[in-house]
């Protein structure tokens, strides 16, 4: 057992710690980081999970992570590549026809569907495009927040405030109905307006069930189809692409940049619980009962998983009732499998670009609404929704010579299964049905599976803390969004414990691999440093 001394200690080497840690040591603060695993990444790693095969083990694509951030850690000098995928999408459909997305693609294939649908998709790609680049303009800083007091301390918020309404000043009355439907509607309600035929439909309204247990009809599930596609890959709007080396090479470039800016990160150091004295976070306690003392401690862990380490004496009880009721829970299962060649699909059963795509196994809003009901009935549908991915098309680095990896992005299981069942005993008969699913529209595809990890929504909140297997740190909801996320009055990145911070995906703008929750934790820190609030 031991104390260390350092200006910020950060719970969590995900890739917000590390981008948070980054910014804030750069700024000649000392920082030290504990990461519970092994390896640093969180949820963007990269693992061997069958000999000779790695894959990224939970985020496997990448887009959203901002571009401000790759130069601000100048992640390519640290040896991050990013390819873009040969072709953006691919949905097979049971009749054996199929719908191809992407740059000079997307319009002749819906048009064998639908010629009305294909004359609208350019209105469609830019009215959303419209919506999505406010999102961008708002995800590298704190949203309004709601703070206690006189007009002095609401000032701050009123500027921010203000900075929003200007920013949506600019947009057209036909854009400001565009936010207040992506904001609110369902995606199933947002594209029935736009499109008669269900293949367009189905492809595009995947990312509004992404990470998401909800069906495409849930009301604001249109934002999180907008959450999916305000990124860009190598200055490519609305793109995504394949890091080489997996996932795990974007947050060992992170930890280089780290180490570079003298950042000291502690692998294999759980954290046991938020020091505290007189009402102060001032460090952390690791189960080795090691202690690192601070002026401020940041989190980069689930919201929910951060207070049950902090003294409950000394957190608002209003607070505490909400995090209670803080809304966490995903329909994900991830699969990861071992290849012995490419799955022929009975439409395009050669190899070819589609195999570089995000392969989208869906074929209607109806489905998809149909698998999320048959999944909180039964526990999972026996229809799933299934995007797979082959990095290994991209990247040869991942499998032997010959064979490939395929990443498997599962939708719907129940994060508690009902009717005393549990993801232990029901894992594998879940994992063989989405391996299933795909034989279903790729024949032979099982037969070539060689090895494979399968993990539940238990695997996810076991392995990575992400409590009900959500890979967003909570809903991504109208009241757990923006100046509400992760409670209103605390969404400017500081806790309701003076010297603690969120720069987790359980704050703004949320989950997936952006950096950004991480990027603007640390602006609060700084700002409270320089008005010597520690």
């Known amino acids: 057992m031991a104390t260390t001394n350092c200006d910020v200690v950060i719970l969590g080497a995900g890739h917000n710690g590390l981008v948070c840690a980054h910014r804030l040591a750069k700024a000649g603060l000392s920082v030290t980081v504990l990461e519970r695993r092994g390896v640093v990444g969180g949820a963007a790693v990269t693992e061997n999970f069958h000999p000779g095969f790695r894959n990224s083990t939970a985020s496997y694509t990448v887009s959203l992570l901002r571009p401000e951030i790759i ?40 048009a064998a569907f639908s010629e009305r649908d294909a004359q609208r998709l ?38 921010d405030a203000g900075r929003v309404a200007r920013r949506l000043s600019r947009l057209d009355l036909t854009a400001k109905r565009d936010v207040m439907d992506l904001f609110t509607k369902s995606a199933g309600a947002w594209l029935d307006g736009w499109f008669e035929s269900e293949p367009i439909k189905a492809l595009l309204g995947f990312d509004a069930v992404v990470g998401n247990y909800a069906s495409p009809y849930t009301p604001g599930s249109a934002y999180v189809l907008l959450h999916h596609v305000f990124g860009e890959v190598n200055g490519n709007k609305g793109a ?18 780290c180490a570079e800016a003298g950042v000291a ?22 189960e080795a009962g090691d202690v690192v003392r601070a002026r401020a401690v940041v989190s980069n862990l689930h919201p929910r998983l951060l207070f049950s380490k902090v003294d409950p004496a000394i957190v608002p009880a209003d607070f505490t009732e909400r995090m209670t009721r803080y809304a966490s829970g995903s329909g994900t299962f991830r699969m ?45 549908s026996q229809e ?29 299981v129940a994060p508690v299964l009902p009717e005393g069942l549990d993801w232990e005993t029901c894992r594998d008969r879940v994992a063989n049905l989405m391996i299933e699913t795909v034989d279903r529209y790729a024949p032979g595809f099982k037969a070539s599976v060689v090895g494979r990890l399968a ?44 010297g603690l911070y969120l720069c987790g995906s359980g ?5 997936g691999v952006t950096g950004a929750p991480g990027y603007n934790a640390a602006a609060a820190v700084l700002a409270d440093r320089r008005r010597k609030r520690f």
């Open 71 to 110: 130069a601000a850690m100048e992640l390519h000098r640290h040896g991050l590549r990013i390819v873009e995928r040969r072709m953006a999408n691919f949905l097979p459909l049971p009749d054996g026809r199929h719908l191809a997305a992407g740059p000079g693609r997307t319009a002749a294939s819906v």
């Open 122 to 159: 350019p209105a469609y790609e830019a009215r959303l495009e419209t919506v999505a680049a406010v999102l961008r303009d708002l995800v590298l800083q704190a949203p309004p927040n709601l703070a206690e007091g006189g007009w002095l301390a609401a000032l701050p918020d009123l500027i």
């Open 240 to 257: 995504w692409g394949h890091a080489i080396g997996g996932m795990g090479a974007i947050t060992q470039a992170m930890a280089k940049a």
């Open 265 to 286: 990160i502690r692998l294999d150091s759980p954290v046991a619980q938020v020091l505290s004295e007189k009402g102060r976070a001032v460090g952390a306690v690791t």
């Open 336 to 380: 990861n499998v071992a290849l012995s060649e490419l799955p022929r699909f009975t439409s395009l059963p050669e190899p070819g670009d589609h195999h570089t795509a995000g392969i989208i196994i869906a074929p209607s809003l109806g489905y998809m609404d149909r698998a999320h009901a048959q999944a909180r009935l039964s526990g999972w």
């Open 384 to 412: 799933p929704i299934v995007e797979m991915l082959i990095p290994s098309t991209l990247d040869d680095s991942l499998a032997p010579p010959g064979c490939h990896v395929a990443s498997l992005f599962c939708q719907h």
């Open 455 to 498: 993990l539940s929504p238990a695997d996810l909140e076991a392995r990575f803390g992400l409590i009900g297997g959500d890979i967003f740190h909570g809903r991504l909801t109208l009241d757990q969004l923006f100046s509400a996320r992760p409670v209103l009055g605390h969404a400017d990145y500081r806790m309701p414990v003076p």
């Open 507 to 511: 704050a703004h703008p949320g989950g």
